[in-house]
Nanobody, 114 residues
């Protein structure tokens, strides 16, 4: 079992920045990759960014060049640095961890005002 706790969401003006964190606990040795997804009202959940155990990253086209995913292995934490935020980035951001199955956090709200 893996438990995920997100933090760092909030309200920010367009053009601003936020940093999300996701702390993993439990069977962390079995985690192969972690990532962030987001879900806006009335929309499907979509991938934002992922990072593998080896450090390989993948980003949605909509966030490339603005968001950076990183991991602190010593603290079992994944971060998502979000810069140049846009109102379209408004969503609940949800942390994900992959072992032999997927685990999800509760999510943290990010609201970008115009």
């Amino acid at each position: 079992q893996v438990q995920l706790v997100e933090s760092g969401g909030g309200l920010v003006q367009a053009g601003g920045s936020l940093r999300l964190s996701c702390a993993a606990s439990g069977s962390i040795f079995s985690i192969n990759a972690m990532g962030w997804y987001r879900q806006a009202p009335g929309k499907q959940r979509e991938l934002v960014a992922t990072i593998t155990r080896g450090g390989s990253t993948n980003y949605a086209d909509s966030v490339k060049g603005r968001f950076t995913i990183s991991r602190d292995n010593a603290k079992n934490t994944v971060h998502l640095q979000m810069n140049s935020l846009k109102p379209d980035d408004t969503a609940v951001y949800i942390c994900n961890a992959i072992t032999n199955r997927g685990y999800w956090g509760q999510g943290t709200q990010v609201t970008v005002s115009s």
